[in-house]
Structures are given as C-alpha cells and as structure tokens.
C-alpha cells in the first residue's frame, strides 16, 4: 500500500526549461493537491482536482499547469520554470468515509531552478 | 478570512518535558482546525483534527490539543516528550468543507535534546 507517490524526488532546472511532476495514489481518492512549501512560509495550495476531469486553482498558480489523467494520476508542469518556482512540491490526495475524510501526502519533490 | 498564526518557529525540550506548541486562529465561522508533524524529508501527518465534536482532542503518538473559541487558539500538547518529536508541526485551519480551503501555518520546529 504505497499512499501517494511523487516522482522525481530531486530535480534540478534551468531557467526557462520545462518539466512534469508526476503524483499518483492508490487509495481510491476523488481529490488530489499540489502545494508549494517555502521555508518559513508553510504550505501553499497551487491546484487542485475535487474529481476526475476537474481541475482548480488554488492560492498560487501562476507559472503551473495541472493535468488529471485518470483517479489517480495528477501532474503538475512547469512549462518555462523560473528561480522563483525553487520550492519543495507536495502532492496530496483525500478521502475516506463521510465526516472521516483526511488528507495524505506524498514525500515530495525537491526543485531547484538555477 | 481564515487566518493561522504559530507563536513559535522553534521550540526547544529535553527529552521527558512537556511540549506546547502554540498557535492562534481566525476565522468569521466556526472552523475546523488540525495540526500536521513532518519529519525531515517526509510529508506531512495528521495528528489530530477538531470539528466541533469535542474541545479536547486527542491525537497519534500521545498528543492532544483543546480548542478554546475565547481565546481562539489550539495549542498542541504532549505530556513527555520524546526524541522521535523532533519535527516540524504545522497549525492548520479550514472554514469550509473538503481540502481545499486549508490555510497552513508557517510551522513550529521541536528541537529534542537528550
């Protein structure tokens, strides 16, 4: 039972390169997340999926675009990556029975945009 | 608006003391509010949630919070700490339904000394 699962976990860019993060989970989850932490800024909300074939964005989306490929793939690209998007990325996914829904996160991607 | 707020950016024990963590909200309904350890190079795990049920909440590995609208605050408490706390901890508020509406606090680091 593996929970949520990024790839990469590292991943080093040039400016104005492009890249996909991959994020997938395997509990049966409607919703799915990618947030942005900074240090000293706690996590931010970038986009987010309540179903399959939805999407919606969150608190900072600028620079990001999402894809839902299916329930349980849900990827975040960074089509002209920029120093300011140097962040660590989490992907997260939720759900469980009604009243009882809880949020799991996945161990992250470490970007660094030089 | 929700708003969280993390007393501390850093707060140091020895190991056997007890641990607060502080953290004060805002909020114009009645929130839901949760607090979330990550461990280096990890995501983040739910300790605990409130949702209206019960002021005193407990959580995983023998910490607890209480909810106290007066004061609006949700401390996080343990009553002997323990080297495998070392972490950071995050307050978590939400007003509305579902994940998306998380706003993070920017974390409490727990600094465990022998």
């Known amino acids: 039972n593996a929970g949520v699962t990024q790839t990469p976990k590292f991943q080093v860019l040039k400016t104005g390169q492009s890249m996909t993060l991959q994020c997938a989970q395997d509990?049966?989850?409607?919703?799915m997340y990618w947030y942005r932490q900074d240090p000293g800024m706690g996590l931010r909300l970038i986009y987010y999926?309540?179903?399959?074939?939805?999407?919606d964005k969150g608190e900072v989306p600028n620079g990001y675009n999402v894809s839902r490929l299916n329930k349980r793939e849900f990827s975040l690209r960074l089509e002209s990556a920029a120093p300011s998007q140097t962040s660590v990325y989490f992907c997260?996914?939720?759900?469980?029975?009604?009243?009882?829904?809880?949020?799991?996160f996945g161990s992250g991607t470490q970007l660094s945009v030089l | 608006a929700q708003s969280v707020t993390q007393l501390d950016s850093h707060v140091s024990v020895s190991e056997g003391t007890p641990v607060l963590l502080r953290c004060n909200y805002s909020?114009?309904?009645?929130?839901?509010l949760f607090w979330y350890v990550q461990h280096p190079n990890k995501g983040l795990q739910l300790l605990l949630k409130?949702?209206?049920?019960?002021?005193l909440v407990k959580g995983i590995n023998g910490f607890e919070a209480e909810f106290k609208k007066s004061e609006t605050s949700f401390h996080l408490t343990k009553p002997s700490a323990h080297m495998s706390d070392a972490a950071e901890y995050f307050c978590?508020?939400?007003?509305?339904?579902?994940?998306?509406?998380?706003?993070f606090g920017k974390g409490t680091m727990l600094l465990v000394s022998p």
């Open positions: 997260a996914s939720s759900g469980g029975s009604p009243g009882n829904e809880k949020l799991f």
């Open positions: 509990m049966n989850h409607n919703s």
């Open positions: 999926s309540a179903s399959e074939g939805t999407t």
């Open positions: 909020s114009s309904y009645s929130p839901s």
């Open positions: 409130y949702t209206s049920a019960a002021t």
């Open positions: 978590v508020v939400s007003e509305g339904s579902g994940y998306s509406t998380l706003t």
